[in-house]
T-cell receptor, first 109, second 115 residues
């Protein structure tokens, strides 16, 4: 079966760095997405990785290892507004997104 | 670019009535649109996938006669919740995809409350 695993909840301090891990098992693979979802709002696109390695975009970076079925989202210089759920989603061979349950990130001052 | 609108943002209706939700891709043509439902503190649940001009593909457990999806053009899809009941109260979110790299752009969501 297809499966995405990510931690349910994480807590970090304002100004610090946090890494949210995601492992996936899918029928075929066409890329890994990260989305941010604030409470009561729809998800917004953060990043897309299809090749191994690190993609940096400002304070956010995303890493992919296809051989390990593993990705992480790295958030630097955390701000209170980064408190949200972070969703990992893998694109399978049919170009369907398989969603993780999301990681709720709590930022403390 | 890649803006998706959704209307209405909030709707309250009485049990037994029908509600239509519109999803539009404003600045691109969407090859595929998706409808999701999300209950409080739960993850996104895909309800159906629709391609322009063809019938929607529903996920297991989603009643196609209750949740009618029409994808009349490359920029518009509608979801009609027929004979709504309180248990249909949820956050309904649409998304649109335009091709490679296949990311989905989400509408702002519609909060449905059935009384």
């Amino acid at each position: 079966g297809q499966n995405i695993d990510q931690p349910t909840e994480m807590t970090a301090t304002e100004g610090a760095i946090v890494q949210i891990n995601c492992t996936y098992q899918t029928s075929g693979f066409n890329g890994l997405f990260w989305y941010q979802q604030h409470a009561g709002e729809a998800p917004t696109f953060l990043s897309y990785n299809v090749l191994d390695g690190l993609e940096e975009k400002g304070r956010f970076s995303s890493f992919l290892s296809r051989s390990k079925g593993y990705s992480y989202l790295l958030l630097k210089e955390l701000q209170m507004k980064d408190s949200a759920s972070y969703l990992c989603a893998a694109l399978d061979s049919n170009y369907q997104l398989i969603w993780g349950a999301g990681t709720k990130l709590i930022i403390k001052p | 670019g890649a803006v998706v609108s959704q209307h209405p943002s909030r709707v309250i209706c009485k049990s037994g009535t029908s509600v239509k939700i519109e999803c539009r891709s404003l600045d691109f043509q969407a090859t595929t649109m998706f409808w999701y439902r999300q209950f409080p503190k739960q993850s996104l649940m895909l309800m159906a996938t629709s391609n322009e001009g063809s019938k929607a593909t529903y996920e297991q457990g989603v009643e196609k006669d209750k949740f009618l999806i029409n994808h009349a053009s490359l920029t518009l899809s509608t979801l009609t919740v027929t004979s709504a009941h309180p248990e249909d109260s949820s956050f309904y979110i649409c998304s649109a995809r335009r091709g490679e790299p296949y990311e989905q752009y989400f509408g702002p969501g519609t909060r449905l409350t059935v009384t």
